[in-house]
């Protein structure tokens, strides 16, 4: 991907641009050839609205109006709505990526590469997304190249597959040819369970847990009571919630990104404070907005952006797992560093975390790694809420794999997992009881007995039960 | 079996490039400066010989630059303290000036052995540093108020408390001076309240550089290995990580910034009662710029407690030997461009080798296209 758009120049071999032998020098040269790219990182000014960043790269003088109407017609033409004056600070990844989206369509490319485009979008959006993208290449004849390794989106999508692994074409299809299991077996050279056929087994695996787990307690281990949370401009984005999570069960908070999610993630450590309501650990009200006082109740929390709030990239791996115990690798304030390189490297081989050592930094490992950081750390400060936000956003087969196997053991130990995830499928696969949210509200919660795709869907949409 | 060696030789050939560059750099600065002190009609020989003599080689000199080399590590162990929390204290002159107001404040005031009284003078340097970050440290997590501003700007109100300070007997003023006396002056510290020097081989210095670079060498050793550096880190690099783990970002930028202060007010009461500036006693104008050149010095020791000590040395050579230009007859500001001179070549290198790093890349990619 990199190469098409200039960005890295390969070592030997051609490309062909409508037959013709091109170099693709810079990412200006990609332009001039009709290429255009949609990033899974975002490159956004955050401070400038919408149609202020769509215009980003123009040259010459820059016509509010124009690029407000084109982004207006744009966003009509493909079915990506979105308010051209809307600051990109405010706005959920979702549409975030639409900007990114009409960014790239605005420079009428016959290329388009999508980097693993729905990871951030919810099933509709991931819906009108392809069909737009349908529409682009049946009546404007633009290819699109969809970079993805999500199986469903890609036997429903596309109308050719090409998988790679470590920088490798393995294996060729014609979509129409193959089934998920070929190309799950392709993409991970190993046979993986697939989804699918494990959430049947999974629930009733899940419910013997349950039960063998928590004898005798009943109490919720945590519980948001009336909470509100109001934006300092005034908008309500956390209304009247009310929800409780058991010990041992994994509750799947269901809903379209943006409708609140974040605020509770946040909330439950510790980065905003309820302007109402309680919240309760065990039955004890904790105040969140002191520092740590999450985290000291028991909540542990894997972060959607871990960069952002998860770890620390310019400290070493040890520095990083530390974080929750900060005082036990420490005697009367000196770090012990002997017994922090001890249990670090425990947990390195414990979780398989492929790094150099204790001492790596940790902008040095892949996401993938850095994300088992996070996970070796929350899990091993004994919690009695782990809340998983977003967690396989990015991560390919092997590593969902993993992280789920890890949840499913976590619940099983007596853990209250708290499961916020803008996709269905892993809800589905994943969770007891599933509470969905629209605009900061319970809109609906029931078993996962009881849940199927439709019912969320309605609710996800703000009908209520 | 061949990848080691060729590994080896690749480390090697960089540290060689490293190493040019800075050597080149210098070199530079050097030719540069050379050509500046042509320019103003001297020779440049003898102007170098001139720094060298008053810094280090004529006898009794390099227990002086010692002296001057006290107070700037002072003021950039300090400077490093804040920056590794991330806030960016350069109000290290005004801190400085306080620090020195409230030791010689205490220093004829308080009764006692002279020992005791020195530990006192020296205390009441670090509270007044520390008071005067501590104004903008409080400013910046009460009211949100931008601490290089505030830092900044405290500065000049230090200096003109001080010289407030200097007019008023019952302040700062030698009760012996009249008003309308031109030299405003404080009383000279009683000799036993002074800090004892050492001799050595015909040079003296303070024994505060002592105390100095264990300061040093603790503060670094604290930064890389205790809680509390370790804390300090955190919040520097990730304020929500530092809030979700319990570390407070208010309380550790206070405690930062008041650290912070406190060295440039100790760097003050080391100055008061050293005897290497204005001969115990406090003047107008008595911070001499030491906590504008103590921030350089932070500068090119890129935030490293070690290098505080080598750097503080060489730029307290510059101050010291600019002394002895007077006697070539020429204007001793042009150590000040020579010392802007050594501060570019020290940073150059860095910047040059990340600029290179990237073009050497990119056009490796493109003699492949």
């Known amino acids: ?465 | 079996m061949s990848a080691q060696p060729t590994a080896e030789r690749g480390a090697r050939s960089r540290l060689m490039e490293v190493v040019l560059l800075y050597a080149g750099c210098a070199l530079g600065a050097l030719v540069i400066s050379g050509l500046i002190v042509e320019a103003v009609g001297a020779d440049w020989s003898t102007v170098g010989g001139a720094l060298l003599n008053g810094s280090v080689l004529k006898p009794g000199r390099w227990g002086g630059t010692i002296g001057v080399t006290i107070p700037l590590a002072m003021v950039a162990i300090g400077t490093i303290i804040s920056t590794k929390v991330g806030l960016v204290n350069i109000g290290q002159e005004g801190q400085l000036l306080v620090g020195a107001a409230f030791a010689t404040y205490f220093s004829t005031r308080v009764p006692g052995p002279g020992p005791f009284v020195l530990i006192v003078v020296l205390a009441a340097g670090v509270v007044g540093g520390a008071l005067w970050s501590g104004l903008a440290g409080g400013l910046r997590y009460w009211r949100k108020v931008p601490e290089v501003l505030t830092t900044l700007l405290l500065v000049s109100v230090a200096s003109n408390l001080v010289g407030y300070g200097l007019k008023h007997h019952w302040l700062l003023l030698d009760a012996e001076a009249k008003l309308g006396n031109r030299n405003l002056v404080s009383e000279q510290l009683p000799p036993d309240t002074r800090l004892p020097r050492i001799t050595m081989w015909g040079n003296d210095f303070p024994i505060s550089a002592v105390l100095a670079v264990c300061l040093v060498l603790l503060v670094g050793w604290m930064l890389s290995r205790t809680l509390w550096g370790y804390r300090l880190t955190v919040v520097g690099h990730n304020r929500k990580v530092a809030r979700r783990f319990g570390i407070s970002e208010s309380a550790q930028g206070m405690i930062a910034m008041l650290a912070s202060g406190g060295f440039a007010g100790l760097a003050g009461a080391f100055m008061l009662t050293g005897g290497d500036f204005a001969n115990y006693r406090m003047v107008s104008g008595f911070s001499v710029s030491i906590g504008w050149v103590g921030l350089l010095v932070a500068l090119v020791a890129n935030n490293r407690a070690l290098a505080v000590i080598p750097m503080a040395f060489v730029f307290a050579s510059l101050r010291t030997g600019s002394g002895f230009l007077a006697s070539t007859g020429i204007e001793r500001r042009v150590t000040d461009v020579v010392q802007g001179l050594i501060v570019l070549a020290l940073l150059l290198p860095p910047a040059i080798m990340f600029i290179g790093e990237r073009r050497r890349a990119l056009a490796a990619a493109r003699s492949r296209v």
């Not at chain 1, 999500?150 to 692994?165: P, Q, Y």
């Open chain 1, 1 to 465: 991907m990199k190469m098409l758009i200039g960005l890295v120049v390969p070592d030997s071999g051609s490309i062909f641009v409508d037959g013709a032998s091109v170099r693709i020098a810079d990412p200006v040269a990609a332009a001039s050839l009709g290429i255009g790219m949609v990033h899974q990182h975002f490159s956004l000014v955050e401070a400038l609205t919408v149609w202020e960043n769509v215009a980003l790269g123009d040259s010459g003088r820059l016509s509010q109006t124009g690029v407000r109407n084109a982004v207006g017609e744009l966003s009509e033409r493909y079915g990506l709505r979105i308010d051209p004056d809307a600051r990109v600070a405010d706005l959920p990844v979702g549409l975030r990526q639409r900007v990114e989206i009409l960014k790239c369509l605005r420079r009428e490319p016959d290329i388009l590469i999508f980097d693993e485009p729905t990871s951030v979008l919810t099933p509709e959006e991931s819906e009108d997304l392809f069909h737009s993208l349908r529409g682009v290449v049946e009546q404007e004849g633009r290819s699109v190249a969809l970079v993805s390794h999500k199986l469903t989106e890609m036997l429903e999508v596309t109308d050719r597959v090409t998988i790679m692994r470590n920088g490798l074409v393995v294996d060729r299809y014609m979509t129409a040819d193959a089934d998920a299991g070929m190309l799950a077996r392709a993409m991970v050279g190993r046979d993986v369970r697939l989804r699918s056929t494990e959430v049947s087994e999974a629930i009733p695996d899940m419910h013997a847990g349950d039960d063998g787990a928590t004898p005798g307690v009943d109490g919720p281990v945590l519980e948001f009571r009336k909470i509100e949370v109001r934006e300092p401009g005034g908008s309500m984005e956390l209304d009247d919630l009310t929800f409780s999570l058991k010990p041992g069960e994994i509750l799947g908070l269901a809903g379209v990104e943006g409708n609140g999610q974040r605020v509770i993630a946040d909330l439950l450590s510790g980065l905003r404070r309820p302007s109402s309501g309680e919240i309760l650990v065990d039955g004890v009200e904790v105040d969140v907005s002191q520092a740590g006082a999450a985290l000291r109740a028991g909540i542990a929390v894997i972060p959607e952006d871990r960069h952002d709030s998860g770890i620390v990239l310019e400290m070493s791996v040890a520095e990083n797992l530390m974080l929750s115990d900060q005082s036990g690798m420490a005697t009367r304030g000196i770090i012990n560093g002997a017994a922090l390189a001890v249990a670090a490297s425990d947990l390195i081989d414990r979780f398989s975390i492929m790094c150099t050592g204790p001492d790596a930094l940790m902008w040095t490992l892949s996401g993938g790694n850095q994300q088992r950081v996070v996970l070796a750390r929350e899990i091993t400060a004994d919690p009695a809420v782990l809340v998983a936000a977003q967690p396989t956003r990015g991560l390919d087969v092997g590593a969902i794999e993993y992280m789920t196997d890890q949840l499913r053991r976590v619940a099983r130990s007596g853990v209250g997992i708290l499961l916020i995830s803008s996709e269905l499928d892993e809800i589905l696969e994943l969770a007891d009881r599933i509470v969905v949210v629209f605009m900061g509200q319970v809109t609906g919660e029931m078993a996962r007995s009881e849940a199927n795709r439709e019912k969320i869907g309605r609710l996800m949409g703000g009908d209520l039960l």
